[in-house]
């Protein structure tokens, strides 16, 4: 890629940031109060998936107490997560969502929750975790640097303690597959936002295919003893939510 996507994500911090999060162009610009609600209602509902799903496949009596929220943008999923948590830390490469994410939190009164700016080697995020969460996030990180960072956050989860993590493994269209790599020549992203009637400055973003066989291993490597995959398909790009809990011996 010609582009650094870490600068890329803190322009849409800075530009657009709840689009930057959730790609709808009901939540671009200033939101008002209706597409706001909306905009952290699907985050509520995300969550509460979430838990039935631990509930159903995993654990029936989980209930996250130190939560981590990898990627947590303005707070979308970041905020449901800590109002079920005695405490929440959410990780994010851009200090522009960082602090977006900081004013949403204090409007609800969250007193429990830790934002940290990320690195590849997660070296501000001290601590042991029992839940691990991050969604819609690993597919705009380049693959090797996404598979350091995952490795990274299981050395971090406790004995006992479950990930849920969200990662693109193929494109449905293979055409457009075969495309991508296309998106890196300078101002391809600019020229296809014009095609896609987008504005032109809107900052690329990065979709990346991640191997299962590797993300199998990694997850294999850090002692998981049950997994659950939930398939998912966001205009095409098709992925997977894994499931895992860390053997509690």
């Known amino acids: 890629m010609f582009y650094d996507t870490d600068k890329m994500w803190e322009k849409w911090g800075r530009r657009d940031a709840y689009y930057g999060v959730l790609a709808n162009e009901r939540y671009r610009g200033a939101l008002d109060d209706d597409a706001r609600g909306d905009f952290f209602a699907t985050g509520a509902r995300h969550f509460t998936q979430i838990v039935d799903d631990i509930h159903h496949h995993l654990d029936a009596g989980f209930r996250p107490r130190a939560s981590l929220d990898f990627g947590c943008g303005v707070g979308r999923i970041l905020i449901p997560i800590a ?3 005695d405490s929440c830390t959410g990780v994010d490469v851009s200090p ?4 977006e994410a900081a004013a949403n939190c204090d409007d609800r009164g969250l007193a429990n929750v830790t934002l940290i700016r990320s690195d590849d080697d997660l070296s501000a995020v001290d601590g042991g975790y029992d839940f691990i969460h991050s969604y819609i996030v690993f597919q705009h990180i380049p693959v090797r640097r996404g598979e350091h960072i995952f490795d990274r956050l299981l050395d971090r989860l406790v004995a006992g303690g479950v990930a849920v993590v969200h990662f693109t493994y193929a494109r449905e269209d293979w055409f457009k597959q075969a495309l991508s790599p296309l998106r890196g020549l300078p101002l391809a992203p600019n020229c296809l ?5 987008k504005p032109f400055l809107d900052p690329p973003m990065e979709r990346n295919a991640y191997s299962l066989n590797r993300l199998f291993a990694i997850l294999q490597r850090h002692g998981m003893v049950r997994t659950y995959v ?3 398909n966001h205009s095409g790009y098709l992925g997977v939510v894994l499931y895992a809990q860390k053997d509690a011996a």
């Open 83 to 85: 109002e079920a948590s």
């Open 96 to 99: 522009a969502m960082l602090d």
């Open 193 to 197: 936002n014009l095609i896609k009637g």
């Open 230 to 232: 939930k398939y998912t």
